[in-house]
């Protein structure tokens, strides 16, 4: 018999990514706990390597690699309230950025360009069964996300205030609330189900601080994009599952336009995820996966230097076990590929550096515990 649920514990890897692959997503914002069976909790810590190296179109030398490894950790616990309503609280960390551009006599157009930004969500969800194959879930985010943004080099022109190149602008931490909706469909006989869920935008009004004004406190107001995931998986054979999910991003609508930069500092293109899996069940106690990510390459290659990639492909591989019928532990890795993409500035868009041939390798471990 399938071990209907063993798909829940396959590797953080397998959603982790670059920050600039999807916008500023960093974990797809997973609901998948929520029907694990029984009370359960986890731990999840995911780090991403990346390499992002470009080619300075002034001088043909390297920009250096502009991108910083991250971690990414999440925690969650799933409690039965009555046979029919559960209850799951999320912890993670879905939005962020690490992009420097190192000083250099070789990459002058770009080089002290930098943006940082973190994100900490807390979702709190409730999910309803009507029977054994017709469910809804909603709940709560709560959102806090800060940033700082510098813009340097001579694509930026001189110095404020006749030009951007020096400028920098901090948005201080501030929380916001957003909201999850979704349903799903479920046979369990053959370990179907279909979960779609809604995540709505997320209004922030940062604190904003520029030196262009030295002093003066402005606010600026940025949306965090809504979203649509689609989750998919169904058996296919003893022990073997497919799966795969859809999500798609309206990144275009996060704008970062502070006071005193006259400009979108952020300019992001929506986008849709693709992935596609097996996983396989080896023993009452082993199980594996392999999955493959896609997500397709904007016709516009030039893009934000803040985000120079366009698209990726990804491979992922990863191994739970069941140390007892109480706790498992899953690990595995996942390489993306990364788009190639050139990074523009002013106004008409002017390509300033061109990235290609650059990648990402991701590695995740997922302890769980029933009680």
Same mark, same amino acid.
């Given at each position: 018999?399938?071990?209907?649920?063993?798909?829940?514990?396959?590797?953080?890897?397998?959603?982790?990514?670059?920050?600039q692959?999807?916008?500023?997503?960093?974990?797809?914002?997973?609901?998948?706990?929520?029907?694990?069976?029984?009370?359960?909790?986890?731990?999840?810590?995911?780090?991403?390597?990346?390499?992002?190296?470009?080619?300075?179109?002034?001088?043909?030398?390297?920009?250096?690699?502009?991108?910083?490894?991250?971690?990414?950790?999440?925690?969650?616990?799933?409690?039965d309230?009555? !046979?029919?309503?559960?209850?799951?609280?999320?912890?993670?960390?879905? $939005? /962020? +950025?690490?992009?420097?551009?190192?000083? =250099? %006599? &070789?990459?002058?157009?770009?080089g002290?360009?930098?943006?940082?930004?973190s994100?900490?969500?807390?979702?709190?969800?409730?999910?309803?069964?009507?029977?054994?194959?017709?469910?809804?879930?909603?709940?709560?985010?709560?959102?806090?996300?800060?940033?700082?943004?510098?813009?340097?080099?001579?694509?930026?022109?001189?110095?404020?205030?006749?030009?951007l190149?020096?400028?920098?602008?901090?948005l201080?931490?501030?929380?916001a609330?957003?909201?999850?909706?979704?349903?799903?469909y479920e046979?369990?006989?053959?370990?179907?189900?279909?979960?779609?869920?809604?995540?709505?935008e997320?209004?922030?009004?940062?604190?904003?601080?520029?030196?262009?004004?030295?002093?003066?406190?402005?606010?600026?107001?940025?949306?965090?994009?809504?979203?649509?995931?689609? !989750?998919?998986?169904?058996?296919?054979?003893?022990?073997?599952?497919? $799966? /795969? +999910?859809?999500?798609?991003?309206?990144? =275009? %609508? &996060?704008?970062?336009?502070?006071?005193?930069?006259?400009?979108?500092?952020i300019?992001?293109?929506?986008?849709?995820?693709?992935?596609?899996?097996?996983?396989?069940?080896?023993?009452?106690?082993?199980?594996?996966?392999?999955?493959?990510g896609?997500e397709?390459?904007?016709?516009?290659?030039?893009?934000?230097?803040?985000?120079?990639?366009?698209?990726?492909?990804?491979?992922?591989?990863g191994?739970?076990?069941?140390?007892?019928?109480?706790?498992?532990?899953?690990?595995?890795?996942?390489?993306?590929?990364?788009?190639?993409?050139?990074?523009?500035?002013?106004?008409?868009?002017?390509?300033?550096?061109s990235?290609?041939?650059?990648?990402?390798?991701?590695?995740?471990?997922?302890?769980?515990?029933?009680?």
């Open positions: 018999m399938m071990k209907t649920q063993f798909l829940a514990a396959i590797p953080l890897c397998l959603s982790v990514t670059l920050a692959a999807g916008g500023l997503d960093r974990n797809g914002q997973p609901i998948g706990i929520l029907f694990e069976e029984g009370n359960y909790a986890e731990f999840s810590f995911g780090r991403t390597s990346p390499s992002l190296t470009g080619t300075d179109l002034a001088t043909a030398g390297p920009t250096g690699d502009v991108a910083l490894s991250f971690n990414n950790v999440a925690l969650g616990l799933k409690m309230i009555t !046979d029919q309503l559960s209850f799951a609280l999320i912890a993670d960390e879905p $939005f /962020g +950025s690490d992009i420097q551009y190192p000083v =250099s %006599a &070789t990459s002058p157009l770009l002290g360009t930098s943006a940082f930004s994100s900490t969500a807390l979702t709190g969800l409730l999910r309803y069964e009507f029977d054994d194959r017709i469910s809804v879930h909603g709940g709560l985010r709560v959102l806090r996300t800060d940033g700082n943004i510098t813009l340097s080099g001579q694509a930026y022109g001189p110095p404020p205030p006749v030009g190149s020096g400028y920098n602008v901090a201080d931490a501030d929380t609330l957003g909201y999850v909706v979704g349903a799903a046979i369990p006989d053959i370990a179907l189900r279909v979960a779609l869920t809604y995540n709505s997320i209004e922030h009004e940062f604190d904003t601080r520029e030196n262009v004004a030295p002093g003066v406190v402005s606010t600026t107001n940025t949306t965090v994009p809504q979203s649509i995931n689609l !989750d998919f998986q169904t058996g296919i054979a003893p022990r073997t599952l497919l $799966f /795969g +999910s859809i999500r798609w991003a309206e990144w =275009s %609508a &996060t704008k970062v336009r502070p006071q005193g930069s006259g400009v979108d500092l300019d992001l293109n929506d986008t849709t995820t693709f992935t596609l899996g097996l996983g396989r069940q080896f023993t009452d106690r082993l199980s594996g996966s392999i999955a493959f896609y397709a390459e904007d016709d516009d290659t030039l893009v934000s230097p803040l985000a120079p990639t366009n698209g990726f492909r990804s491979i992922s591989v191994l739970s076990y069941d140390v007892d019928d109480n706790i498992t532990v899953a690990g595995g890795i996942r390489y993306t590929d990364l788009g190639d993409a050139f990074a523009e500035t002013g106004t008409p868009d002017t390509a300033r550096a990235f290609s041939g650059n990648d990402a390798v991701s590695l995740g471990l997922r302890v769980g515990f029933r009680f």
